[in-house]
């Protein structure tokens, strides 16, 4: 592995994962179809909502898909590759993470190809066509500036999300059993970049904003493809802050990760 060089070791431990699952169809399948349809599920709330009133958070329903279907790929994206730091508690349960510290790799880099779930990207696909037929109901105008903001909002996006996943593993060395703790703090900065950052309240919008950047995982971008303006403290001119933001959360999950590491002292105590 190591004459490999990490890149092309990292590659092998991925691809050997995915043949081991792609080697079971059956099952593969039927994994993928739930992604799929936990996807179509959250997409159903959406619905639900713009099928009693003509706007929500003074979007259309097709202005609204535009923000989950974006906010859903970045999230997806980040949950396939780094979805497995959530299993930190049960390394540190099971003994298993010292595995990962005296192997010559960097431990997050290990644990992210560890047990990496290709099922999960049921949910990508899924994003991926609600994205094609917004698009096709909206009908933007194909520009420089949308092309930039519709390849770069998922990217950053899962760029935001996989450092939440980062953040909460890292925080996992402090608590005691705090996986539904951290989870919800992970699925809930999700759902909120899900909806239409107008519809939260004025201290939640500033908290998914400004400390967990969630809004400009997809509303705040959205909003300069389409050419609105934002609510009150949340101008849509903020979308372009969003790779500075991305910055800023991956400062604060490293922070969280080293410090995690360090505070580690073994299974045994």
Wanted: hydrophobic share 60%.
């Amino acid at each position: 592995m190591a004459e490999l060089g990490l890149p092309a070791a990292y590659a092998r431990v991925v691809g050997s994962r995915v043949r081991a699952q792609l080697s079971y169809r059956s099952s593969f399948a039927v994994n993928v179809a739930n992604a799929f349809a936990l996807g179509l599920l959250e997409f159903s709330e959406i619905y639900v909502l713009l099928a009693n009133a003509p706007t929500l958070g003074g979007l259309t329903f097709a202005q609204a898909a535009l923000v989950f279907a974006l906010a859903t790929l970045g999230f997806s994206l980040a949950d396939l590759v780094f979805g497995q730091v959530d299993q930190v508690p049960a390394y540190i349960r099971e003994g298993t993470l010292e595995a990962f510290l005296v192997r010559p790799m960097p431990v997050l880099a290990q644990m992210i190809t560890a047990d990496f779930q290709l099922r999960r990207a049921g949910r990508t696909v899924f994003a991926l066509l609600v994205l094609a037929v917004v698009l096709v109901r909206l009908d933007l105008p194909v520009t420089g500036r949308t092309i930039y903001l519709l390849v770069a909002t998922p990217l950053v996006g899962m760029a935001i999300y996989a450092a939440l996943f980062v953040v909460a593993g890292g925080v996992q060395f402090f608590l005691i059993n705090g996986q539904e703790f951290t989870n919800s703090f992970v699925y809930g900065s999700a759902y909120a970049g899900q909806v239409p950052g107008s519809v939260l309240l004025l201290p939640v919008r500033v908290l998914f904003t400004f400390v967990v950047p969630a809004t400009v995982t997809a509303y705040l971008p959205a909003l300069l493809i389409m050419e609105l303006p934002g609510p009150a403290w949340l101008p849509a001119a903020l979308g372009w802050w969003a790779p500075l933001l991305a910055v800023w959360i991956w400062a604060l999950a490293w922070f969280a990760w080293r410090s995690g590491l360090r505070r580690y002292t073994g299974a045994g105590g």
